[in-house]
């Protein structure tokens, strides 16, 4: 098949980072930009209603379906591992909580971690590049931005058994918050969400529907890149199959980069796409019968995640999602709802509610995040019980625990190995038996007792340290924040794989803009952090190429 051209810039991966760094850097109508996405379009009804996340998730049409290997901290389990495998990535698959961190996250990533610094990256320098994009519901302020294409609203429905454990919770000093986007995120209030009128704003609908008809971008979808292609040590392109279903049946092609490849594959497919190339860790790559174009041992390393620990509780007397959707007439009352109002339980991500606190008196600032649920089910893709309950789903913001993306085979349609190595230090087991044991404490509160809770996961036979933190083992799953597999710092810290203008340390005409660049996990979501860096990578490739 003939090349599909070539172009100054190719950007791989049209997900949350993709789409923001085709809309900026195709502005100037002198360059022309590709965007190659894997995935299909993102017109697709479970994608626009809310509550559709149910249904993207282990769904081949949205979801590139990954698992974990068997997880030693999680009692030899593997879990479901979902990317977004689709226009927007996991910006169209993602529970739309729009949030930030907090601003130590960013002034420790400037600092470095003893290698040196990364200068630009501290919390007074980042937060106008979340400005920049941020269409805030309640208007501009010293830290929102308002008029720009990223919309951010408050929800569209509240729940009693919610409103009550945010009372429980501010009963165990967690006070009430409502903006967790200024820096410091301590406290319990409902989520703010990346929607507009009660239907997903992704990063499609939000930086590339507005800009598709622009002369000089070129977007091909169901279009695999297999490997970068090199001048010696310049990228300059890639190999792709087009066409490209799991089963590798598609055309093979190349396309052309004169100034610069751009890597926004995320967290998982990055680094694999870096080890394909022949750029990763030597023993590695040649186990894999891989040439070693450019030694460099971080990729695929350094992988962070927040693992939620999923307690649930059933509850008497108030009314949550899973009794509304086993009635009939429930459900078409919602179904009415959302269609007429664009609000009710279908106008949700299953996660409203959020508190952040700390584990203990200990810790300085806020190192658990709580997502407050009105329902429970025995993990996402099954369907919802049958009894009224909710999950009170708890994660340690700053696990120590690091995991690793290795290449399980050379062929680039094979799924990586995925070792989130979850609970793997002593410390992270003891924050997640301080944290299970926090919640008892909130749940317990006079506040929620009218609804008579009653934990039945992990359960209450659980009780030491030690039983607490292998329920924790059992009850974990994935939050699906993966970042950190292709690390910035100093090109001395022999694990950073970008400089902190994100080029590839020892290669030229090549960056990782995506998730994957986060030298430590923030203390919250990671979708508008990574927005975030696309708009500061928008602003390197700019300024210097
Ligand atoms: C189920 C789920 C729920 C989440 N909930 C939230 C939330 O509520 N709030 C929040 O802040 N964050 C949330 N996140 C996390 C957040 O969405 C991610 O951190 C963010 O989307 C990462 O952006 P990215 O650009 O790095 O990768 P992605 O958005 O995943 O984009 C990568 C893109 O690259 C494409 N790609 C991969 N390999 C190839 C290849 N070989 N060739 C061509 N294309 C390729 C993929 O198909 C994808 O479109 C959630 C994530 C998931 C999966």
């Not at 208007?139 to 729940?159: M, S, Y």
Request: hydrophobic letters at 40%; a neutral charge; proline letters at 6%.
């Amino acid at each position: 098949m003939k090349e599909l051209g070539q172009f100054d810039y190719v950007i791989i991966g049209a997900g949350t980072a993709g789409c923001l760094l085709a809309n900026r850097l195709s502005k100037d109508p002198t360059v022309k930009v590709a965007l190659l996405e894997a995935g299909g379009d993102d017109n697709y009804l479970w994608i626009r209603v809310p509550v559709g996340y149910l249904y993207c998730i282990g769904n081949p049409r949205t979801d590139w379906c990954f698992s974990t290997a068997a997880e030693a901290g999680l009692q030899g389990r593997v879990i479901r591992y979902p990317r977004g495998r689709v226009l927007g990535g996991s910006s169209s698959i993602n529970g739309m909580i729009y949030m930030r961190g907090q601003r130590e996250d960013y002034d420790g990533w400037c600092a470095g971690d003893g290698y040196g610094a990364n200068p630009g990256w501290g919390w007074d320098e980042v937060l106008p590049y979340f400005t920049r994009h941020e269409d805030y519901f309640a208007g501009a302020d010293e830290v929102h931005g308002a008029g720009n294409e990223w919309r951010v609203e408050p929800p569209r429905v509240r729940w009693d058994i919610l409103d009550a454990f945010r009372a429980a919770a501010a009963e165990q000093g967690i006070p009430n918050r409502s903006d967790f986007n200024r820096g410091d995120n301590l406290g319990c209030g409902y989520f703010e969400v990346n929607q507009k009128r009660g239907v997903r704003w992704n990063t499609v609908t939000a930086f590339l529907k507005p800009i598709r008809a622009r002369a000089n971008l070129a977007v091909f979808t169901h279009t695999l890149v297999r490997c970068l292609n090199f001048e010696g040590k310049r990228c300059s392109g890639a190999a792709v199959t087009i066409g490209a279903a799991a089963d590798a049946i598609g055309a093979e092609s190349t396309i052309t980069a004169a100034r610069s490849v751009i890597l926004a594959a995320g967290t998982v497919a990055t680094p694999q796409i870096l080890q394909l190339s022949g750029i990763g860790a030597p023993e590695a790559l040649q186990a894999q019968g891989i040439d070693v174009l450019h030694p460099l041992p971080g990729v695929g390393c350094n992988l962070q995640d927040h693992l939620q620990l999923r307690m649930a509780f059933k509850v008497t007397g108030v009314r949550t999602l899973n009794s509304m959707a086993h009635s009939r007439w429930r459900q078409a009352a919602m179904v009415l709802e959302y269609l007429l109002r664009r609000s009710g339980p279908l106008s949700m991500s299953p996660s409203q509610l959020g508190a952040f606190a700390c584990s203990g008196v200990d810790v300085a600032r806020a190192n658990l995040e709580y997502h407050v649920q009105p329902l429970s089910l025995d993990s996402f893709g099954e369907p919802l019980h049958r009894f009224d309950a909710f999950t009170a789903s708890v994660c340690n913001l700053r696990p120590s625990s690091r995991g690793t993306i290795e290449l399980l085979s050379p062929d680039p349609f094979a799924a990586p190995k995925i070792a989130p190595n979850y609970l793997s230090t002593a410390e992270d087991r003891a924050v997640a038996a301080r944290a299970l044991r926090l919640t008892r404490r909130i749940v317990a509160s006079p506040a929620l007792a009218r609804y008579v809770p009653q934990e039945f996961r992990p359960g209450i036979e659980f009780q030491s340290d030690a039983e607490l933190a292998d329920a924790a083992g059992t009850i974990g799953t994935t939050i699906f924040h993966p970042v950190g597999s292709a690390k910035m710092g100093p090109a001395r810290d022999p694990m950073a794989v970008v400089d902190c203008e994100l080029r590839v340390h020892g290669i030229a005409g090549l960056r990782v803009v995506d998730a994957s660049v986060m030298p430590t996990i923030t203390s919250g979501n990671t979708n508008s952090p990574t927005l975030m860096i696309a708009e500061k990578g928008a602003e390197f490739i700019q300024r210097r190429e």
